[in-house]
């Protein structure tokens, strides 16, 4: 198993710009995460899934999205980006309702906004 | 927002040093997790708490739920080089789903 994968590991945009960051996990979990890691700081959570088709946001949710239209994908889009975004980025999955807490991180993208 | 504060932000150890980190809260969780970080990897879970008093080891690892359920440990016993890395505490509040992350302690091992 790959466990959780993260597409790209590095990417460099000017303000404005768009882009999307997949995540993908192959361990059938229901719950999916994407997290933001600032330097000093711990993690802060942006949206979360607790399943296909559903989103929500988390304590950071402002200039970005997410879907997740496939159990196994969940996609964070960023529509104009802003220095204020550059971050590196990092999506998590966990089992299910009981086991939700523990959590399996990719290996984060870091984003660089100009 | 709600807080963890976590502590020490870094440690500088000898090798085979006993290492002793905690984080606490104003407020009750009804869950603590420690995690583990290395440079450019996600975090790794190392041990989950849910019941206050508890007590869990993973190998050289052991961590407890405080009394209060405001507060966790983490020690380190013997340690090793590959210890080296970023220890972040999560707690979760209520029955959302998110969790409250510490800022992480840092461990450096003295050449």
């Known amino acids: 198993n790959a466990g959780v994968t993260q597409t790209p590991k590095f990417r460099v945009l000017k303000t404005g710009q768009s882009m999307t960051l997949l995540c993908a996990q192959d361990?059938?979990?229901?719950?999916m995460y994407w997290y933001r890691q600032d330097p000093g700081m711990g993690l802060r959570l942006i949206h979360y899934?607790?399943?296909?088709?559903?989103?929500a946001k988390g304590e950071v949710p402002d200039g970005y999205n997410v879907s997740r239209l496939k159990k196994q994908n969940f996609l964070l889009g960023l529509e104009s980006a802003a220095p204020s975004q550059t971050s590196v980025y990092f999506c998590?999955?966990?089992?299910?309702?009981?086991?939700?807490?523990?959590?399996?991180f990719g290996p984060g993208t870091r984003l660089t906004v100009l | 927002g709600q807080q963890l504060n976590q502590s020490p932000q870094s440690m500088f150890i000898q090798e085979g040093e006993d290492v002793s980190m905690n984080c606490t809260s104003s407020?009750?969780?009804?869950?603590w997790l420690w995690y583990k970080q290395d440079p450019g990897e996600g975090p790794v879970l190392l041990i989950a708490l849910y019941k206050a008093g508890e007590l869990t080891s993973n190998g050289r690892l052991t961590a407890q739920f405080g009394i209060t359920r405001k507060d966790s440990f983490l020690n380190i016993s013997a340690s090793i080089p590959s210890d080296v890395g970023i220890y972040f505490c999560?707690?979760?509040?209520?029955?959302?789903?998110?969790?409250?992350w510490g800022a992480g302690t840092k461990l450096i091992i003295k050449p």
């Open positions: 361990m059938n979990h229901e719950y």
């Open positions: 407020s009750i969780f009804n869950t």
């Open positions: 998590a999955s966990s089992p299910d309702r009981i086991l939700y807490n523990e959590q399996f």
């Open positions: 899934s607790v399943g296909e088709g559903t989103t």
């Open positions: 999560a707690g979760q509040l209520g029955s959302n789903y998110q969790l409250i």
